[in-house]
């Protein structure tokens, strides 16, 4: 099965539309993409051109304006949208298990199977792939409860794994958005796979 028609029979894609894309074999195959390349890269041009602040996240209004200004630009969502590599859930499961952040790709196992019935290795697939379909709607989730412009909430966000990325925040699974999108994950794990039990079983029949 395809995780395109995953999506699909979960029924998931009323909360945040779904984008299926040519695998490019750079280790990015589920996003949450909130705002665009062309956005995102003149922001960091802004925000570059301000190393006067010693924590720059804490200034993040300043930022805004700053980036208003010189691009005159104003914010919508429309660039919402999780982003997927539009593999087989088989594909999907070895690009998670071949991951290179190893504490990473331990730590979802870890979470996938505390979160279901026992599995067997079909059950397991399947099961690793509706957790990264949940993990990324819950980003999309957090965002919009986090009240943040796109803007905001990209400042916001690259603060936390800059620091993520300088050590100072310990692990990725660590980072707010992210640790809440384990968390929401994890609890619509099982009840998620259930459906997908039913659907085999049919298929069986
Ligand atoms: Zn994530």
Redesign the pocket.
């Known amino acids: 099965m395809k995780v395109k028609e995953l999506v699909n029979l979960l029924n998931l894609q009323e909360v945040t539309p779904f984008k299926f894309c040519d695998y490019k074999d750079d280790g990015e195959f589920a996003k949450f993409v909130y705002i665009s390349d062309v956005e995102y890269k003149d922001l960091i041009e802004v925000f570059d051109q301000r190393p006067d602040y010693i924590n720059k996240y804490d200034m993040l209004d300043e930022y805004i304006i700053d980036y208003m200004n010189l691009k005159g630009k104003s914010y919508t969502n429309d660039n919402i949208e999780i982003r997927f590599a539009d593999v087989t859930v088989d594909e999907l499961f070895i690009l998670m298990k071949n991951m290179s952040d190893r504490d990473r790709c331990k730590t979802i196992f870890k979470i996938v199977r505390n979160s279901c019935y026992p599995l067997n290795e079909d059950e397991l697939k399947y099961a690793v792939a509706i957790f990264t379909i949940l ?1 990324e709607l819950g ?1 999309s989730i957090y965002f919009s409860k986090s009240n943040k412009n796109v803007l905001e909430y990209s400042l916001w966000e690259s603060g936390y794994r800059r620091k993520f990325g300088n050590g100072v925040v310990g692990t990725y699974s660590e980072i707010p ?2 640790k809440w ?1 384990d968390d929401y994950a994890s609890e619509k794990l099982d009840e998620n796979l259930d459906k997908v039990r039913e659907y085999l079983s049919i298929l069986v029949k």
Do not use: Q
């Open positions: 993990h980003h958005s992210e999108s």
